[in-house]
């Protein structure tokens, strides 16, 4: 039973988009934006569960800061390739053999460290700032971003997360932010020119918040990668 929600679950969030039949433009609705529960999913079923644990351990690998337990995945971006959908003639071995390799869907997957905090004034615009799902591989973190299918469900009106999921939010991605605490974390901020890399001394750290610390760590771990899945559960890198 766990296989086939799994299953269905991935399934379903690869051919969401696809139901959208046209974005929200900012006046078709009124109304708030609706509120939506982060909720938690098991990916051990489905085709993204080999490929994280491979993916989170070359990561591992080539950042050891990311080994150590500092920051966590997030994949987002989904989009649905309609063209595969054929007609396929089964009982020739050569088209059903191309059809196995045709793409499904594309999606991003990023390594993040930034942290999420509660923004009262946000709308419909702001939604993607936060995650629809989470799950564990590896006992790393995992963020699922669908936006489309916030879209379907509240009738083409984007959705955002209520206050109580936003909390929950920061309660499951701050252990994964806390290396930063450390007083030998070495942090990185592309914006800073003249020395991307620097430490906090216990002066700079005393007038300032975990959360201030958390946002200052916030580019020492970006990466983003571009994928694709076929229909044979193989998922590709996709090229630049």
Known sequence: MKRILSLFFF??????PALCQRPYLGHEDKKKPSKIT??????EFSPLYPFLKDYIKK????????????????????????????PVDATKDEEVSAWMNTSIADFTVDLECHPFAWNPMADCWLCS?????????EGKLI???????????????????NKKSVKKLRRITEPYLKNSLDENFLFFDPFRIDKPEFRLD?????????????????????????YTLLRNHTILLRER
Do not use: W
Request: proline share 2%.
């Open 11 to 16: 399934t379903m969030l690869m051919i969401r």
């Open 38 to 43: 982060l909720q938690h999913i098991s990916l």
């Open 59 to 86: 990561a591992e690998s080539k950042y050891p800061i990311f080994k150590d337990g500092f920051g966590y995945v997030i994949i987002k971006g989904v989009s649905v390739n309609n063209y595969s959908r054929r």
């Open 129 to 137: 700032d936060y995650p629809a799902f989470y799950s564990y591989v």
């Open 143 to 161: 963020l699922l971003y669908d936006e489309a299918m916030r879209e379907v469900f509240v009738r083409n009106r984007f959705a955002i997360l």
């Open 202 to 226: 216990a002066k700079q750290r005393k007038y300032l918040t975990n959360h201030e610390i958390y946002k200052l760590a916030s580019h020492t771990l970006v990466k983003s990668e571009r």
